[in-house]
């Protein structure tokens, strides 16, 4: 009798432990189509993360942290279980040297980027050898790596065009949509890019340069469920002026077309404070034309765009070029849309004797409510209850366990009780 005991007790111990923790807040979609997308959730969620440092997979959010240019740590956070732990399933593991399966290096886990969709993760490889950047996709548990393929060859291209802050590509319903820049006095081709490894990466059209000198051109990749947005910034040569276009690529024909060009000066002024040494505020009346920088997508054909300096929300249908302002902040920043809901981050605007907060209005510009941030905060909005953050430590001096000091907090910040908590304790 001892023994079915045991053994009923070890079956249920592993069930457990195969299960996480169990606790399934969205529904996953492990079994459809690649090209038709995940659960219609996940993937309006994915795509409003973006900075690609953030995957969703229904049960939790997989997310990197290190330090740039030595190595990446993935960690899982699971919602059941509310803890984050690296995503490593040796036995006996520390979690604490680079033999540990959830160490990457720099190359490894290019940028720190990481994607989830239908049961895989995806990162970004750069083959120091041949210049390759490939895709690579990987079991949940880390385990099981393959190529989808390779995005662009090393040679010829300006690397730094893969940062932070120029969103060079997104995953969306079984591709990669990139682009990558050569010269830049050429023109920029889109591709895209099979997830499953079951095709060659394939162009979908090409952002032309316009006739007008440029010095500095910033490119970026963004989505909503049946359109990819490709944007572009030039800095007019030897002037104030910034050129910026809007290209859209639809998903049910490949359509692939300009659909807005803004041509204007940034008008901006600092003010200084007694001194005359710090910079505590900027004046002006920003562009006169749509900031195509800071913009959002709905799944109706709007776009919304968050004004430089003058902090206004413009609504603006894509196809008929119409815009009306909905809302007006007091700074600017930052625009995300999830769910029904835009989230205004203020991240840098704070540095200016600002408060560094994140308004959250609808869609119509009506606010929702407004969470104080202290710090400088990234933040991803899931179109769920909560939000993803990673925020800057504020100025005292922490170690972690292993003697590192504390940099920033991964936290999730509860939209109905208003309350957050942090999941992690970053050094990078
Ligand atoms: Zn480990």
Redesign the pocket.
Known sequence: MKKVYVGILICLVIVIVSAGCGKKYMQEADDTDWEQGTVQNITDAQSCYVNNKVADDGYGYYFTDGTKGKYYRIYYYDAGCEQAV?L?S?VN?S?KGED???YYTADQCYNGYIWYQNGHLFRLEYDTKTGDMKLIYFDKDGSNEKSAGVLWNGENVVMNKVSDYEKNMILHKGYIYYCYETDMQEETTVYRLKIDGSGEKEQIGIVEKPEIEVKNQTIAVRNNQNRVYITVDYSVKDTAQHYMELYEYRLENGEFSRKMTEQAELDYAYQYDESGEHIIGVTGEGYGAVDLRNIAFDDDGNMYVYQSITGKVLKCNIDTGENVQIYQDDGYGIIECAGDCLYLNQKDTGSFDKQYKITVIDLSGNYIKQIDCQTAANSYPSGKNDIFMKKRVSSEQRVNSEGKNIMVEYLLYDMTTGESKVILEGTA
């Open positions: 690296p490593c040796k593991c979690h540990c399966n959830a």
